[in-house]
């Protein structure tokens, strides 16, 4: 069983409603969407990712004998229910926003339509991979705001995930954001995107000096030097580079750029720099990492620190500062009636829904969340990506992905774009969809 695609990568409770659906004959149509309810005290927008992940799961969504023969063995199901999964295979249609897109709290960046026990089946599976993508392009975003062009920003945080699979995500997701690449190779095999790397410690430490481990690399990776410079010292570290570039200089070898990794990066990098122009090495560059994040990036720029890349890791892969979403999948409509949940602090809003967005030239000014259907002015954000459990649209490259999430970076407003908390986005929930969540709440006190 492969932990990564089986559907038994779910709650208990998926399997246990299922069979009291199964049991019920509760085949009709359902609706379900995947919303955040909540903005977190240090975000202002959000970014819409995980859809290519979700779409992929919903087309290969099966049990194996394997995985049967698991659920035969609980003892925990009946054979309706063990036959009915036997013979699973996603049947209903996708509308969501296209990956890449700002978002807000409450409105639906996926939709899915289909018999109540298939849509169900899924809703674990979809917020895992909805949530953590989208979390992660959403603080990927903020450090490339924080950027704002003036150097390169890699993703460094594979070893610091939570799990293999989050790592490719996160280098997936930062990649969409605008980061030019990522130090995951697996991220390069299966989406093409760049991969970039420099040296650890271990391998300066494990040379007789400082000067022979740059050679040495050099040597094994003449297309790739960048060298790691505070083992010891940062700014003997930096000297050493111009007596390395000196040598490596009659080999056609070129030293490309030079890292620091601790200490005062902002004294260092003026420090560094200095010794490199004076030193003839003007078109090396200073990458810095260890523990970066947006507010480290827009402090060192505040602080007019010379450096033309960062590598950002452990603080953006697991979103550090706010480490998850308050999300969730809900059921909008069923058997033709809109459906909604009370609860407080986590009452849903019925039907299904279309976001409209409207601008003031090119930048966006307000969404509108209305019931499908019901037009606005403006652009509608959710369009149909699968029906009868088929792809509708063309299936697009993470490169085109991410110059879209580019392209919708350039919309936010001003005041979206600072670190800090600010004034909300406004997003108008309209008559449409607060009439019909009266009507709902009249039947319910009624019957109550």
Partial sequence: MNPLTSPLLTDLYQLTMLQGYIDQEM??????????????????????????????????????????EYLVGTGRFSQKLLDYLERFDFSGSVHAMA?????????????????????????SRVINLLHYQSLIASKAARCVIASDGR??????????????????????????????????????????????GTMAHSFIEAQKDEKEAFINFAYSNPENVTLLIDTYDTVTGAQKVIETANLLKKKNIPVRGVRLDSGDIA?????????????????????????????????LFAQEAPIGGFGVGTRLDTSA??????????????????????????????????????????????????????????????????????????????????????????????????LQKTAPYPVHIAESVMSMKEDIEKKLGTNG
Avoid at 159 to 185: M, W
Avoid at 278 to 290: A, M, R, T
């Fill in 27 to 68: 085949h009709d149509i359902s609706v379900f969407e995947f919303s955040v309810r909540s903005m977190p005290e240090n975000r202002n927008f959000f970014i819409a990712a995980g859809l290519e992940s979700v779409l992929e799961f919903l087309e290969q969504c099966h049990f194996s004998q394997e995985e049967l």
């Fill in 99 to 123: 990956e890449g897109t700002i978002f807000f709290p409450h409105e639906p960046i996926i939709r899915i339509t289909a018999p109540l026990p298939e849509a169900q089946l899924i809703e």
């Fill in 151 to 196: 150097a390169d920003l890699i993703d460094f945080g594979l070893r610091r995930t939570h799990g293999a699979e989050a790592g490719l995500f996160a280098a997936r997701s930062t990649y969409l954001a605008g980061f030019i690449g990522t130090s995951t190779v697996l991220a390069e095999a299966l989406y093409g995107i760049p991969i970039f």
């Fill in 267 to 299: 004294a260092l990098s003026k420090e560094v720099r200095a010794i490199l122009d004076n030193g003839g090495l003007k078109d090396v560059g200073i990458f810095v990492s260890g523990n970066m994040d947006e507010y480290t990036i827009e402090e």
């Fill in 321 to 418: 500062d706010s480490p998850y979403l308050d999300s969730a999948y809900k059921l909008m409509e069923y058997a033709g009636k809109p459906r909604l949940k009370k609860s407080e602090g986590k009452a849903t809003l019925p039907g299904r829904k279309q976001v409209f967005r409207r601008y003031d030239d090119t930048i966006m000014v307000q969404d509108i969340l209305t019931i499908e259907g019901v037009e606005y002015e403006g652009l509608p954000l959710i369009r149909e990506y699968m029906m009868d459990g088929k792809r509708v649209s063309k299936t697009l490259s993470v490169h085109e992905i991410r110059d879209y999430t580019l392209e919708q970076m350039k919309t936010l407003p001003a005041n979206l774009r600072k």
